[in-house]
T-cell receptor
Framework: GAVVSQHPSRVICKSGTSVKIECRSL??????MFWYRQFPKQSLMLMAT?????????EQGVEKDKFLINHASLTLSTLTVTSAHPEDSSFYIC?????????????FGPGTRLTVL | QKEVEQDPGPLSVPEGAIVSLNCTYS??????FMWYRQYSRKGPELLMY????GNKEDGRFTAQVDKSSKYISLFIRDSQPSDSATYLC???????????FGPGTSLSVIP
């Protein structure tokens, strides 16, 4: 159990367009979902934390108007990269925390590779 | 000082060797500790996680946590070429809080 999926797995877009990435918890309900970004040869950096039904909390230096996060249900969170530019090209990874699991862990999706031309 | 520090390597070992990967951290509020393996261009794969000080074993992997020293380790016994990957330590306060990742250690196991 505890499977998290992401869609799409890979996307290539032109500069200036918007891209939506979905993160789904397939077999559990997630009160909290997290969005991370990973540049080549670097570690994962948290971008924002989203709780179902409320506004996301963004890490310092992450533009909330550029990276729109919606956590509409206990199984789905979306990240929209608006007006994407080449410097937004990265590996975007989500994770989800189960509702009932104080001593549980977060479960990560397989990631979405975004390339902005 | 970074919250989580990890030797980036690269680390190269012969097949069958015991591998030791380590991280140190500065935030005493961290209560749970994880190790992830990441192959090139793939998402991180959870290997182990623990909330306790001491050792936790799973197959060829042993995670060790020393909260008093703020030091965690991952040991890989009988290392295999398929273990060649980047290993990331990560830690947090609870599973509901953000996770802080170390920079990762690149491991190569040579046949």
């Amino acid at each position: 159990g505890a499977v998290v999926s992401q869609h799409p797995s890979r996307v290539i877009c032109k500069s200036g367009t918007s891209v939506k990435i979905e993160c789904r918890s397939l077999d559990f309900q997630a009160t909290t979902m997290f969005w991370y970004r990973q540049f080549p040869k670097q570690s994962l950096m948290l971008m924002a934390t989203s709780n179902e039904g409320s506004k996301a909390t963004y890490e310092q230096g992450v533009e909330k108007d550029k990276f729109l996060i919606n956590h509409a249900s206990l199984t789905l969170s979306t990240l929209t990269v608006t007006s994407a530019h080449p410097e937004d090209s990265s590996f975007y990874i989500c994770s989800a925390s189960r509702v009932a699991g104080q001593y549980d862990t977060q479960y990560f999706g397989p990631g979405t590779r975004l390339t902005v031309l | 000082q970074k919250e989580v520090e990890q030797d980036p390597g690269p680390l190269s070992v012969p097949e069958g060797a015991i591998v030791s990967l380590n991280c140190t951290y500065s935030n005493s509020a961290f209560q749970y500790f994880m190790w992830y393996r990441q192959y090139s261009r793939k998402g991180p794969e959870l290997l182990m996680y623990t909330y306790s000080s001491g050792n936790k074993e799973d197959g060829r992997f042993t995670a060790q946590v020393d909260k008093s020293s703020k030091y965690i380790s991952l040991f890989i016994r009988d290392s295999q070429p398929s273990d060649s990957a980047t290993y990331l330590c990560a830690m947090g306060k609870t599973s509901y809080d953000k996770v802080i990742f170390g920079p990762g250690t690149s491991l190569s196991v040579i046949p």
